[in-house]
């Protein structure tokens, strides 16, 4: 599918999606969880088709939150199996397409082949310009708050920064996606109205924009109504709607 480039149309920079709903998608009809997961995969892909037709830059997918552990053990690893196989998969077309796949996350924890096949496509496409994608696994927004308090603490401890000159910028520079744009957007798909430790740092002034579709009914005319919601917003980043009205002209 291709999608019309939406022309008078101000694009996100960074959209950030959490997928929720592909177990109620399956359980709708009467199949196991992992057959709502593998129809999450269709659906990822076209959404990643719709940011490299429309030229959004980055796009960042909540696939495995730290909490996800806590799912049933063969839940959990039909997952992880998914994971690899989607990678091997998909990495010749992502990479011909230019995207550029990067994870966030504490990956130690996966296996020792999950890791590798991270690894593998991370490196294969690390040259792509078109499309960043970042693939969240094993991420928790507290958890990236955390190791960059632990890496500006150890500037600390090492006396190349004093405790009185640490500012959020310092922080800011040790997250997670520090090189790119904060996201504009961000979308949470299957109804609930949370942002489920996702980017909380990155998120301060994003646009939420929350839909009931489950995520393998989301496709790209549902992604083009999130884009109309962006289009609609004022933002104003603390500013009032006039201070904004002068500093745009
Ligand atoms: C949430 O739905 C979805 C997940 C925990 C997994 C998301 C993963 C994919 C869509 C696959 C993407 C693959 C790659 C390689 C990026 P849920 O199980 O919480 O649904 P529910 O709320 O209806 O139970």
Known sequence: MEPD???????????????DGNGRWAKQRN?????GHRAGVEATRAIIEYCVCTSIPCLTL???????WQRPKHEVSLLME?????????????NSNGVCVR???DRSAFSARLQKQIAETEQFTQDNTTLTLNIAANYGGRWDITQAARAVAQQVESGTLSAAELTEQHLTDAMCLADLPEPDLFIRTGGEKRISNFLLWQLAY??????????????????DEA???????ERRFGMTSEQLTQVQN
């Open 82 to 94: 998914l994971f690899v196989q989607s990678l091997k998969r998909e990495t010749d077309k992502l």
């Open 206 to 223: 994003t646009e939420l924009y929350f839909c009931d579709v489950l995520w393998p009914d989301f496709n790209q005319q549902y992604f």
């Open 103 to 105: 994870f966030i996350g």
């Open 5 to 19: 480039k939406p022309v008078s149309r101000q694009l996100p920079r960074h959209v950030a999606i959490i997928m």
């Open 31 to 35: 199949q196991a969880r992992h057959a």
């Open 62 to 68: 909540f696939a495995f939150s730290s909490e996800n």
């Open 227 to 233: 884009i109309v919601f962006y289009n609609q917003r």
